[in-house]
């Protein structure tokens, strides 16, 4: 891939996929696509989008049963009017928004194939679960060439990549799973899960099919584990996510007239929307129920596509800078890519699949004070420690959210790549609540304990919080200590052993915000050490820096919220995409085809239904035009700022605990100025650089008067990689942001153009040849730039924000408590509301019972125990005879129809071998939460109401359980007697029931050899006539029937 990179500072095609080189992960599955190396130079070519003109619109592409690969698209905007992206007025002309245009080419040229798959079942076939997956064996997905524990930390690591973790269940997945799978299979459901993961990791441009899913499964008894995972993954957009093609599953046709499918309205064609509309396109052909696809409509109010992404042409000077097929362009909105590792699902579509050009970004290296002078780094850092110091000290006040416990494997074996087929009877759930209750060693018996056979859950060890943790503890050492480590000193009067004091005005009030609280710790700070002005502007830059990932004051934060996304934050280096950052979601509008789009489409009013039930009751999406769109699911991706504007009528009103979501929440600005000149005057090698600011008043050290002024030109961008332009983009963070909304274009420039000309002083700075200045607050669209955590919201917001009501849905950056702020996560909201819509229309995940057949049945099916003598003739030499001669399909389908016949008879005069005894309850705490129960419900309804000051707030389920399992382990030996009398009853019981069970199976066994005793008597098998209806030709399935629910006879007794 280097042909793709002129300079070390541009990077494409990331290292963790396929394309990257066989090298990179050695032994690959069995059936990933592989291509030429031909065809692979051809396709792997960035893609330059947009820039192409429509009488170059054919697709040549490459198919192997998957999506195509791209050389080359279709043109896919023209221009139009003359004004910027939010449709305020910029200081030059430029060309308007994109328009899309349906395009007038011929249709493609049938796609070359590569055929590289060798199966017994084909995919499709698969697809459309309609194979009985205990008669098929797939081939194996897991690599032969390398060890199994190279191996398990490659599944390991690919679980990382998508966000899950390895070792434990998903909350989702243990809600599945729970009553169906034995607890210490969690190991190799996990196992298979991650194995799922590294096939889709490998090569993301193909979709990874259920039959490479089965192979996963290193058992047939665990292939309705991998059935689930993959289905699991797919819905819920862990796996062929993106601009992928996925498999297409068969339907039976049906006679007479066809029905149309149901549709569905995506109100909104930004990220969210069209990673919405693009996953549920996917979802319906692979599990589509007949031959009319469910349709999905786009409804866009502008004349493009992306929302807050946007890419402005720059048309000023031309670049010889950029790779082929790139035009200048710089960001209006998002920018940045916060890095590619741990997670992040644009990997996958960036470097994956569009395999854009991009940028990776040095941090700040430089930052200039109000006379132009750099600031002095040992001073810098000082004032950065000093002000972590107290970000971290504010810490101590932040909401504690609890992880809820999940189940985990064994971290051993996963890590080795090995598992356990031992089976205890114990269901997730069961394990789980006697753990809880401290009865564990009642239901699994000491030895398999000591042998490791052990099921874990997070709340083995000791419950953390995550955020609290991730923050550090520096706010446990005094403040004067701590100041003094990082380089201060402390000014007469202190000593190492006194701190600032932030309790009072933190728990002033329960809506305290964090800039309050910030504020009065660098008032404590001034007494404490020897802070200067010079100090004091270094300070609030960073605060402007924090203002600038908030899209807000400081002082309108939640203090015990602001962050409370901390700890799900992506790795590696943060990048720019080279060209424009809107070729991501017009990728997702092109590939692997065309979505339905209809811009221009601005929605006033939208009519749903509250409960979602009634089929024949449609959603209703119109449109400023009058054009009306009937849906069966409307899925509402418009931003929090439109929501709190009610510029969009709905119908019912939203719910009051929805409306009260929005009103809470808070929405922010953060504006651009971009500035384009003719040569660069400054260090282009560095990716950005800061500016201090100064208050009204200069000499000022009250901490207020810097707060209106510290956001203002305070980080210039250097853009020239990914432009191609000597050109410079500056923020306008916090109250600044504010201010440009209203502050005339001349006077912003001329201002900048000032702050520019102060720093640079040795060299000529001329009046910029090209600007454009950004005003979200008035985009009629958006009304802000993205979503903050208000000092009146409540920690559930995002959640609720995220709630559907009946066949309404919801996505955004808004509606995603995880990431939100950020490009990937609204594009994760898409696919969660994909996963919300799919399961009424295509049905719910199916559930084979018993998830895990029983070993003994399915292993004697497969291979039915030869008897004793002829195991112990194996042994022994065969005798070397003329006739000797290996049996034939005939003969061994003559056999097999023999032993079926065999079967029917003793079956037909003996009835099924008696089924195993059904046990009784063995834990005491599953009687006593029975009859307590309620009033733990209760107890924990009335605290979390008391807490949330929320009259309807109810407790979750782990949290009821938890405290139920507190009241079993305080309970007096009295209150436990009761319970513990009717466990030792129900095991005696038990083993009663077990005794006879022996003794039955063993007489029905011994009536099992009378009778073929004497039907072979009656029946040799030189004499007997096979029936007609048995194909001679055929495997007889009597090994999927009647021996996997009997064991094989024994020839002695």
């Known amino acids: 891939m280097n042909q793709y990179a002129p300079n070390p500072e541009i990077t494409v095609q990331g290292q963790e996929h396929l394309l990257s080189g066989p090298t990179e992960l050695s032994g690959p599955p069995a059936k990933r696509l592989r291509i030429t190396h031909k065809a692979y130079e051809a396709a792997s070519a960035p893609i330059a989008l947009g820039n192409l003109e429509h009488n170059n619109s054919k697709l040549q592409t490459f198919q192997s049963d998957g999506p195509h690969i791209v050389g080359s698209m279709d043109r896919l905007y023209a221009g139009g009017s003359s004004s910027t992206p939010n449709e305020s007025t910029t200081?030059?002309?430029?060309?308007?928004?994109?328009?899309?245009?349906?395009?007038?080419?011929?249709?493609?040229?049938?796609?070359?194939?590569?055929?590289?798959?060798?199966?017994?079942?084909?995919?499709?076939?698969?697809?459309?679960?309609?194979?009985?997956?205990?008669?098929?064996?797939?081939?194996?997905?897991?690599?032969?060439?390398?060890?199994?524990?190279?191996?398990?930390?490659?599944?390991?690591?690919?679980?990382?990549?998508?966000?899950?973790?390895?070792?434990?269940?998903?909350?989702?997945?243990?809600?599945?799973?729970?009553?169906?799978?034995?607890?210490?299979?969690?190991?190799?459901?996990?196992?298979?899960?991650?194995?799922?993961?590294?096939?889709?990791?490998?090569?993301?441009?193909?979709?990874?099919?259920?039959?490479?899913?089965?192979?996963?499964?290193?058992?047939?008894?665990?292939?309705n584990l991998a059935s689930f995972a993959y289905d699991w993954l797919a819905r819920n957009g862990y796996i062929n996510h993106g601009c992928v093609e996925a498999p297409l599953a068969p339907v039976k046709p049906k006679r007479g007239r066809r029905k149309e499918g149901p549709t569905i309205v995506v109100v909104g064609a930004g990220m969210a929307g069209l990673g919405c509309a693009r996953q549920l396109e996917s979802l319906f052909r692979q599990y589509r129920g007949s031959d009319a696809l469910p349709r999905v409509i786009i409804l866009e109010g502008r004349r493009r596509v992306g929302g807050r992404i946007y890419s402005h042409p720059l048309h000023s000077l031309k670049s010889e800078m950029l790779p082929d097929g790139l035009v200048p362009k710089a960001e209006m909105g998002a920018q940045i890519i916060v890095g590619f590792d741990h997670g992040n699902p644009l990997d996958q579509i960036v470097r994956g699949q569009l395999a854009l050009h991009y940028h990776k970004i040095r941090d700040v290296s430089t930052i200039y004070d109000i006379d132009g002078s750099p600031v002095n780094e040992v001073q810098d850092a000082m004032a950065e420690k000093l002000y972590n110091d107290l970000l971290d000290r504010t810490g101590f006040y932040r909401h504690k959210a609890k992880i809820a416990p999940t189940a985990q494997g064994n971290r051993e074996m996963i890590d080795a790549g090995r598992e356990s087929a031992v089976d205890d009877g114990l269901t997730?759930?069961?394990?789980?609540?006697?753990?809880?209750?401290?009865?564990?060693?009642?239901?699994?018996?000491?030895?398999?304990?000591?042998?490791?056979?052990?099921?874990?859950?997070?709340?083995?060890?000791?419950?953390?919080?995550?955020?609290?943790?991730?923050?550090?503890?520096?706010?446990?050492?005094?403040?004067?200590?701590?100041?003094?480590?990082?380089?201060?000193?402390?000014?007469?009067?202190?000593?190492?052993?006194?701190?600032?004091?932030?309790?009072q005005i933190a728990k002033t009030s329960q809506a305290q915000t964090l800039g309050a609280v910030m504020d009065e710790g660098v008032k404590q700070y001034q007494n404490m050490l020897p802070v200067t002005t010079k100090d004091m502007r270094l300070m609030n830059w960073h605060f402007a820096n924090l203002e600038y990932a908030n899209a807000t004051n400081v002082n309108k934060l939640s203090l015990s919220g602001w962050d409370q996304d901390i700890g799900n934050e992506f790795e590696g280096e943060h990048s720019q995409v080279i060209g424009g950052y809107q070729q991501l979601p017009y990728g997702l509008y092109m590939l692997p085809e065309k979505l339905d789009v209809r811009t221009g489409k601005i929605v006033t009013e939208i009519s749903y239904d509250t409960t979602g039930s009634n089929k024949n009751q449609k959603a209703v999406v119109q449109c400023e035009d009058g054009?009306?769109?009937?849906?069966?699911?409307?899925?509402?991706?418009?931003?929090?700022?439109?929501?709190?504007?009610?510029?969009?009528?709905?119908?019912?009103?939203?719910?009051?605990?929805?409306?009260?979501?929005?009103?809470?929440?808070?929405?922010?600005?953060?504006?651009?100025?971009?500035?384009?000149?003719?040569?660069?005057?400054?260090?282009?090698?560095?990716?950005?650089?800061?500016?201090?600011?100064?208050?009204?008043?200069?000499?000022?050290?009250?901490?207020?008067?810097?707060?209106?002024?510290?956001?203002?030109?305070?980080?210039?961008?250097?853009?020239?990689?990914?432009?191609?332009?000597?050109?410079?983009?500056?923020?306008?963070?916090?109250?600044?942001?504010?201010?440009?909304?209203?502050?005339?274009?001349?006077?912003?420039?001329?201002?900048?153009?000032?702050?520019?000309?102060?720093?640079?002083?040795?060299?000529?700075?001329?009046?910029?040849?090209?600007?454009?200045?950004?005003?979200?607050?008035?985009?009629?669209?958006?009304?802000?730039?993205?979503?903050?955590?208000?000092?009146e919201a409540f920690p559930d917001d995002y959640d609720l924000m995220a709630r559907s009501i009946g066949n309404l849905h919801f996505a955004g950056e808004a509606t995603c408590g995880t990431h939100p702020a950020t490009v990937h996560g609204a594009y994760l909201s898409g696919l969660r509301a994909a996963s919300e819509i799919i399961e009424p229309i295509s049905g719910p995940i199916t559930m084979s019972h018993p998830l895990v057949p029983e070993k003994n049945q399915e292993q004697e099916a497969a291979h039915p125990s030869p008897p004793r003598k002829a195991q112990q003739s194996r042994n022994q030499s065969p005798p070397s005879t003329s006739t000797s001669r290996k049996p034939t399909s005939t003969e061994k389908s003559r056999r097999d129809a023999y032993d079926q016949a065999l079967w029917t008879t003793i079956y037909a005069e003996l009835g099924s071998a008696p089924p195993r005894p059904a046990k009784s309850g063995l834990n005491p705490f599953l009687f006593y939460q029975k009859d307590y129960w309620a009033r733990c419900r209760d107890q924990c309804d009335e605290a979390r109401r008391a807490a949330s000051n929320n009259p309807n707030a109810k407790a979750p389920r782990d949290e009821i359980r938890a405290a139920l399992g507190q009241m079993w382990r305080s309970a007096t030996p009295a209150d436990k007697k009761p319970y513990l009398e009717q466990t030792e009853i129900n095991r005696r019981a038990n083993a009663e029931a077990w005794e006879k069970w022996k003794v039955d199976v063993a007489e029905w066994e011994r009536k099992t050899f009378v009778v073929k005793d004497r039907w072979c008597a009656e029946n040799p098998f030189d004499e007997w006539v096979m029936p007609e209806s048995v194909d001679e030709n055929a495997s007889v399935p009597v090994l999927a029937t009647a021996f996997t629910t009997v064991p094989a006879l024994k020839s002695e007794k």
Request: charged residues 25%; neutral net charge.
């Open 627 to 791: 054009e009306k769109f009937l849906a069966d699911h409307v899925v509402f991706t418009g931003s929090l700022g439109v929501l709190k504007q009610q510029k969009i009528k709905f119908e019912p009103p939203l719910p009051d605990w929805k409306r009260g979501a929005i009103d809470r929440l808070g929405f922010g600005i953060m504006n651009k100025v971009v500035l384009v000149f003719q040569e660069p005057f400054w260090d282009t090698k560095r990716d950005m650089f800061g500016l201090l600011r100064e208050p009204k008043n200069p000499a000022s050290m009250v901490q207020e008067d810097y707060a209106a002024n510290r956001g203002r030109f305070y980080l210039f961008w250097n853009v020239m990689k990914t432009t191609g332009l000597p050109c410079l983009i500056a923020l306008m963070a916090g109250d600044a942001a504010h201010q440009a909304e209203s502050t005339p274009d001349e006077e912003i420039i001329t201002e900048v153009t000032g702050q520019l000309r102060n720093v640079f002083k040795h060299t000529t700075v001329p009046d910029p040849l090209e600007t454009i200045i950004t005003r979200w607050g008035q985009d009629p669209f958006t009304y802000g730039s993205y979503s903050y955590v208000a000092a």
């Open 428 to 503: 997730v759930r069961q394990y789980e609540e006697a753990r809880a209750a401290g009865t564990i060693d009642l239901l699994v018996p000491t030895k398999r304990v000591r042998r490791g056979i052990k099921h874990k859950t997070a709340e083995n060890e000791p419950s953390v919080d995550v955020a609290s943790d991730l923050a550090g503890n520096s706010e446990d050492d005094p403040a004067a200590l701590t100041c003094q480590n990082t380089g201060w000193k402390l000014n007469p009067g202190y000593t190492v052993n006194d701190t600032i004091e932030l309790d």
């Open 91 to 223: 200081s030059t002309d430029l060309t308007s928004p994109f328009e899309l245009k349906a395009s007038t080419s011929p249709p493609p040229n049938p796609p070359q194939t590569f055929s590289t798959r060798s199966v017994i079942f084909g995919p499709n076939v698969l697809e459309s679960g309609q194979v009985d997956l205990s008669k098929c064996r797939p081939r194996s997905s897991i690599p032969s060439k390398i060890h199994p524990s190279v191996y398990g930390e490659q599944c390991v690591r690919a679980a990382y990549a998508s966000r899950l973790n390895p070792y434990a269940l998903h909350r989702q997945e243990q809600e599945f799973l729970q009553d169906h799978l034995c607890h210490v299979h969690v190991t190799i459901y996990l196992n298979i899960r991650n194995g799922i993961l590294l096939l889709w990791g490998r090569n993301p441009m193909v979709a990874v099919t259920r039959e490479e899913a089965l192979g996963c499964a290193k058992d047939y008894r665990w292939m």
